[in-house]
Nanobody
């Protein structure tokens, strides 16, 4: 089992920045692909960003590319999502996810474990 705990969400004005963190425990972190997904009100959960096991490959949804940066610190068992130039449409619950079967994943079923989510609200 893997436990994931997100932090760093909050309320920010459009154009601002936030950094989300996700601390993992319960399994060797560098064997896990890590990702961030988000779910806006009334919408399905969607992929935002992913990083492979050793952190040298990153992947982004088109909607966040150039504004968000995913990174991981394997010694700290933590993955981050730096979000810049935030827009009101980025408002969502952001979920951290971990998967053990692949080097990285771009879809929900690539992940086995999920955090509880952290709310990000961007005001206009």
């Amino acid at each position: 089992q893997v436990q994931l705990v997100e932090s760093g969400g909050g309320l920010v004005q459009a154009g601002g920045s936030l950094r989300l963190s996700c601390a993992a425990s319960g399994r060797t972190f560098n064997r896990l692909a890590m990702g961030w997904f988000r779910q806006a009100p009334g919408k399905e959960r969607e992929f935002a960003a992913a990083v492979n096991r050793n952190g040298d490959r990153t992947f982004y949804a088109d909607s966040v590319k150039g504004r968000f940066t995913i990174s991981r610190h394997n010694a700290k068992n933590t993955v981050y999502l730096q979000m810049n130039s935030l827009k009101p449409e980025d408002t969502a619950v952001y979920y951290c996810a971990a998967g053990g079967a692949r080097d990285y994943g771009l879809v929900e079923n690539a992940y086995d474990y999920w955090g509880q989510g952290t709310q990000v609200t961007v005001s206009s």
